[in-house]
């Protein structure tokens, strides 16, 4: 397993992590993910830190707290050997104080993910969103004073905007507090939004990223095709409103691609999809999920090995689209690789 700097920060973490969505099966959306128990859990950890996995990343809101209390029960034993990762802003419940940002909810959130965990800190934890109704420094300061007290060793943010991530940064830089050195975000062949603005910000400013759902909301499974109904078992069939939107025709264009660089190659189409995303800039660890040892065993084959730069060049090709303004001018003059250095500039 290749191990990589998050961000500017001394923390190495494994080019794939593990989602543990999958966790504690509670509510509509999260049992469609799947319902692994501890036990099960505990045979996932196994695998996952045998192969060198050993970032477990979760949230208060997913399963209503189960994935973590399902987590903390599986790495009983064993807690200095893996690195756990989690998030809280998102509404928890309807109370005053069961959402957002604030010192008091941060407190708390974080004091209720230890006990969950069965740890007494933790080497990672995200802002699930930006809240706009707290002042900022406020925020900081609390994280740092978490960060102080030994319950917090680095912080990131989740799902943030250009200006929300830099604003935070900013802020964190003028009052000497911890700034966030990881943007947990989506990403994936068929999702490329995050390179406009949030790719060359991450580069420029040492923010390393951990890329949530690489397979595109379970659709570059290699069991979505064009012509083909959704297979009985996908998770589609009752979570794709709750994911990214994805242009049917894009996507089957793009995993006609993935079927003939698998025919050429002997891998996947799961496993060339990751290995895409581990060659991107600013990309810390890729996130796979696992409901069972079979797709986890399949996900862990996309380290490895290297795809040739002709098949990156055509997956680049078969998934690339128009920016939105204001930069698709810039994308589009000849001279915009002498105003953007290699090392931060996007895709066009």
């Known amino acids: 397993m290749e191990y990589r700097r ?15 969505g999958t966790f504690g099966g509670r509510g509509a959306l999260f049992s469609a993910w799947g319902n692994t128990d501890a036990a099960q859990a505990r045979r996932l950890i196994d695998i996952s830190v045998e192969a060198g996995v050993t970032l477990f990343d979760t949230a208060d809101v997913y399963s209503d ?19 756990l990762s989690t998030k809280s802003a998102l509404p928890t419940g309807p109370g005053p104080h069961e959402a957002g940002s604030g010192r008091a909810r941060l407190i708390r959130a974080v004091d209720a993910s230890l006990r969950r965990l069965g740890t007494d800190y933790l080497d990672l934890f995200q802002l699930h969103a930006f809240d706009a109704g707290t002042p900022l420094a406020e925020t900081l300061t609390a994280l740092d004073d978490l960060v102080r007290a030994g319950k917090i060793r680095y912080l990131g943010v989740s799902n943030f905007a250009g200006w929300e991530l830099m604003k935070t940064l900013a802020t964190a830089e003028a009052l000497g507090l911890e700034k966030p050195v990881a943007h947990q975000v989506y990403y994936s062949l068929v999702g490329r939004d995050y390179e406009w603005e949030l790719l060359p910000l991450g ?32 998770r589609l069939h009752e979570t794709a409103q709750a994911g990214p939107p994805v242009d049917d025709e894009r996507l089957y264009d793009v995993v006609e691609v993935l079927d003939r660089i698998a025919a050429e ?23 796979i999920g696992a409901r069972n040892e079979e797709q986890l065993r399949q996900n862990l084959g996309a380290v490895g090995w290297q795809l040739e730069p002709e098949h990156l060049a055509a997956l680049d090709a078969a998934s690339a689209t128009t920016p939105p303004y204001p930069y698709y001018p810039y994308h589009r003059l000849p001279d915009f690789a002498r105003l953007n250095p290699p090392a931060i500039r996007t895709a066009a």
């Open 6 to 20: 998050l961000g500017a920060s001394g923390l190495l973490v494994p080019a794939l992590g593990f989602g543990a």
């Open 65 to 83: 707290g189960a994935s973590e209390e399902v987590l903390g029960a599986a790495i009983k034993g064993r807690r200095e050997q893996v690195l």
């Open 203 to 234: 580069a420029d400013q040492g923010v390393g990223s951990i890329i949530w759902s690489p397979l595109g909301w379970g659709r570059l499974t290699g069991k979505v095709r064009r012509g083909q109904p959704l297979p009985a078992g996908s």
């Open 265 to 287: 190659t002997g891998r996947s189409v799961p496993q060339i999809s990751l290995n895409w995303l581990l060659t991107r800039p600013t990309v810390a660890t890729v996130l």
